[in-house]
């Protein structure tokens, strides 16, 4: 069972910054892609990032476009998630997501979840 642990979220004033951190329990070889993943109250859960852990397009979200950038350090099978110019309509519960090759395929992993706030 892969495990997927996030750390980094918060609360934060608009304008700022945060960085999240998601490390998979497993070796890099067998992560097709990484990413984040948000939802809000009342809302569907929705793509922030994504990128393969092999080749280098980041698949963004338009509305974090030019403030969030996602990495990857492939030796951690961890990524990284930097947040800045935070809005308010950013608060959400922030999922990490890791797209698993096994012999059935490809299988969806997520992490707990955690809380980013952006508000004054």
């Known amino acids: 069972q892969v495990q997927l642990v996030e750390s980094g979220g918060g609360l934060v004033q608009p304008g700022g910054s945060l960085r999240l951190s998601c490390a998979a329990s497993t070796r890099i070889n067998s992560i097709y892609a990484m990413g984040w993943y948000r939802q809000a109250p009342g809302k569907q859960r929705e793509l922030v990032a994504e990128?393969?852990?092999?080749?280098?397009?980041?698949n963004y979200a338009d509305s974090v476009k030019d403030r969030f950038t996602l990495s990857r350090d492939n030796a951690k099978s961890t990524v990284y998630l930097q947040m800045n110019s935070l809005k308010p309509e950013d608060t959400a519960v922030y999922y990490c997501n890791a797209r698993i090759n096994q012999p059935s395929g490809l299988v969806n992993y997520w992490g707990q979840g955690t809380q980013v706030t952006v508000s004054s």
């Open positions: 990128i393969p852990t092999r080749g280098t397009i980041t």
